[in-house]
T-cell receptor
């Protein structure tokens, strides 16, 4: 079983619409990261959140870390076709050096 | 500033063979981790190397082994390949073993036939 559960698994929307991807766990994380991955490429780091309740904005992307540091969300405003990709959340726990990844959310933005 | 580089990008091997994948970390990074990503899945942690030693290992059999060199580059070796080893193998580098903001290479696509 995955330590981090992502939902939805697939998301297809029209250009200009908004979308939210969720990342949930029963474990507490010291930090959580969001990546975007294109087919055949490695994941590219979008953001790292470390404080419970933290909100970070990156242009049209808003990332939130839950107060209890067990969950996170990614919200995209006015999605564009260039936002298409696999979005992965990954968490690091205290005294654990590895990243635990969710299974990913495949986002398709139609022009 | 060179990012994480991996070689080769694609590889086809026969069941039972052995394979070696290579990774050069991002400039200034000294810790290398390897992940396996099966189709449609998130990356799964294989192991991490720091100061030329394996510091942490995921749930992978002993057929998977690695090495880190004094220049921080790393190799992943897989023996007795199985069809199920077909995946994208990703290398990630970080600064120091306690830091988790990882930068990934483009990966090596391994196909076992």
């Amino acid at each position: 079983t995955q330590l981090l559960e992502q939902s939805p698994q697939f998301l297809s929307i029209q250009e200009g619409e908004n979308l939210t991807v969720y990342c949930n766990s029963s474990s507490v994380f010291s930090s959580l990261q969001w990546y975007r991955q294109e087919p055949g490429e490695g994941p590219v780091l979008l953001v790292t959140v470390v404080t419970g309740g933290e909100v970070k904005k990156l242009k049209r992307l808003t990332f939130q870390f839950g107060d209890a540091r067990k969950d996170s969300s990614l919200h995209i405003t006015a999605a564009q076709p260039g936002d298409t990709g696999l979005y992965l959340c990954a968490g690091a726990r205290s005294n654990d050096y590895k990243l635990s990844f969710g299974a990913g959310t495949t986002v398709t933005v139609r022009a | 500033d060179a990012g994480v580089t991996q070689s080769p990008t694609h590889l086809i091997k026969t069941r039972g063979q052995q394979v070696t994948l290579r990774c050069s970390p991002k400039s200034g990074h000294d810790t290398v981790s390897w992940y396996q990503q099966a189709l449609g899945q998130g990356p799964q942690f294989i192991f991490q190397y720091y100061e030329e030693e394996e510091r942490q290992r995921g749930n992978f059999p002993d057929r998977f082994s690695g090495h880190q060199f004094p220049n921080y580059s790393s190799e992943l070796n897989v023996n007795a390949l199985l069809l199920g080893d077909s995946a994208l193998y990703l290398c990630a580098s970080t600064t120091g073993i306690g830091h988790t903001e990882a930068f990934f290479g483009q990966g090596t696509r391994l196909t076992v036939v």
